[in-house]
């Protein structure tokens, strides 16, 4: 399921490989964890089927996510939103004459 973070938040996934009748098995190899776009999110494994993914500052819309153990790949999203507001600035324009 695609999950949206904001751009200070981080999400822990679990890697759940299944067998040809869908029941959960062990995993076939080590994880890997590959995020379509390091700009935006970055991704580490934790154990043999958990895994982090952080956002990393930079905005962006359903980047893709690809877990594998060698065997099975699983792919979803991950959406990148601005947080909540924690400070501002004053931006001026160029002079002009009066």
Do not use: C, H, R, W
């Not at 043999?48 to 996510?65: E, K, M, Q, R």
């Not at 790949?73 to 400070?87: C, I, K, L, P, R």
Request: charged share 10%; no cysteine.
């Amino acid at each position: 399921m695609p999950v949206t973070l904001t751009d200070s938040q981080k999400v822990v996934g679990t890697f759940v490989p299944v067998d040809a009748k869908g029941n959960a098995t062990a995993p076939g190899g080590p994880l890997s964890v590959s995020v379509g776009d390091a700009t935006v999110l970055s991704a580490s494994v934790i154990d043999a089927t958990t895994f982090s993914i952080s956002a990393v500052g930079p905005l962006g819309a359903n980047i893709a996510v690809s877990v594998t153990d060698g065997v099975a790949t699983a792919q979803d999203s991950v959406t990148v939103v601005g947080g909540a507001e924690v400070s501002a600035s004053i931006s001026f324009g160029a002079p002009t004459a009066q």
